[in-house]
């Protein structure tokens, strides 16, 4: 299961999405810090498959943990070579062009 929040500020869908097991947490290599904050990424809690309809209207996604990044990665809105890794935990974040 994953967590997904989802907010909608000035013409902008932006979904947060972790896996459930990282809410909470902070993880850190070298000067990176990966915060993983609840009250950025906790809202409804859901399978990964929910992330395909999510994605599909985000503008700017937020996205931690192997669950979700995998997913993102599937369904083609994340290239592998750009999923940051800090202690071992996937993190990406997608931003789409409106034109």
Known sequence: MIYVKV???Q???VVAA???ELLGKT????E???EVKERFYKGDLVEEDALEGLLSEATIANLTGERC?????ELG???EKRIL??????HAQMARIMW
Not at 69 to 73: C, D, H, M
């Open 77 to 79: 809105y994340v290239d």
């Open 18 to 20: 972790c896996d459930e």
């Open 11 to 13: 013409g902008e869908v």
């Open 85 to 90: 890794r800090v202690e071992g935990v996937p």
């Open 32 to 34: 990176l810090k990966l």
């Open 27 to 30: 993880f850190r290599e070298g």
């Open 7 to 9: 907010y909608r500020v």
């Open 69 to 73: 990044v995998s997913k993102a990665v």
